[in-house]
């Protein structure tokens, strides 16, 4: 059974900081990319960033030199650390992978960045 569970979400001031947890089970974690999604009120869900098995990281651009992805194969964690957060980074962020037949996803955790 695949369990992603996020963490380290929370209300936060424009310009601070916030790393956000995700720990898998379930899977072949080594050998899977890693993804963190974010859903805004009223917005589709989107992309944030990915690491690869390797460590090969990639990001949306709005989030480009602020937000780093990481992950810890020992621990079976990945995480996304947010600096210098702007009121359009408030969403919901979620943890995913995919697997052979399917697609997981965590529960999501909150991020409020108040102006």
């Known amino acids: 059974q695949v369990q992603l569970v996020e963490s380290g979400g929370g209300l936060v001031q424009a310009g601070g900081s916030l790393r956000l947890s995700c720990a898998a089970s379930?899977?072949?974690?080594?050998?899977?990319?890693m993804n963190w999604y974010r859903q805004a009120p009223g917005k589709q869900r989107e992309w944030v960033a990915t690491?690869?098995?390797?460590?090969?990281?990639g990001y949306v651009d709005s989030v480009k030199g602020r937000f780093t992805i990481s992950r810890d194969n020992a621990k079976n964690m990945v995480y996304l650390q947010m600096n210098s957060l702007k009121s359009e980074d408030t969403a919901v962020y979620y943890c995913?992978?995919?697997?052979?037949?399917?697609?997981?996803w965590g529960q999501g955790t909150q991020v409020t960045v108040s102006s």
């Open positions: 995913n992978t995919a697997g052979v037949r399917s697609t997981y």
């Open positions: 379930g899977i072949d974690f080594r050998m899977s990319a």
């Open positions: 690491i690869t098995s390797v460590g090969v990281t």
